[in-house]
């Protein structure tokens, strides 16, 4: 099944110390890439804050 919601989506983001973040709500990108903490299989814990990260996110 096609993904038809490729190029549609917007990022609502309110981390404001990354250089993509747009007036502390929106991302500038176009496409993010949302990482586990570790690395590429994760913890599997269900814990959000190590599951699901900005991979995109760059310091100001
Ligand atoms: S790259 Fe990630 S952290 Fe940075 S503004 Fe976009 S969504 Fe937010």
Redesign the pocket.
Known sequence: MKDTKIGYQT?G?S?TS?R??KEGTN???NR?EVKPMNNYDGSHSGDPAEESL?G???KI
């Open positions: 990022i983001c981390v990354c993509y973040n991302c500038d990108l993010i900005c995109s996110y760059c």
